[in-house]
């Protein structure tokens, strides 16, 4: 499966996940979550849109970076029992 794939399926995951969390995290980090999550596929299509191979390794370091933002965000949402770990790690 294609790499972009597997991420916009994490996105998919991530919004599942998030319409659980309380209402006053919607502007919290329900929608911290969300954008973190959705800036990763979206930074690999941009960096394969660009023209040079030094253009697309950047914004799969970007893409890499907001992996790390919803790892860290997801841990979060665990702590507060917002989610299980079991559903942290599908």
Known sequence: MPLIQLEMNLVEGIYRATKTF???????????????????????????????????VHFLGMAYGSVKEVETQILIAERLRYINSTKATN
């Open 22 to 56: 309380p209402r006053e995290e919607i502007y919290g980090l329900t929608s911290q979550l969300r954008r973190a999550a959705i800036s990763i596929p979206s930074n690999i299509a941009e960096g394969n849109g660009r023209p040079t191979t030094r253009n697309y």
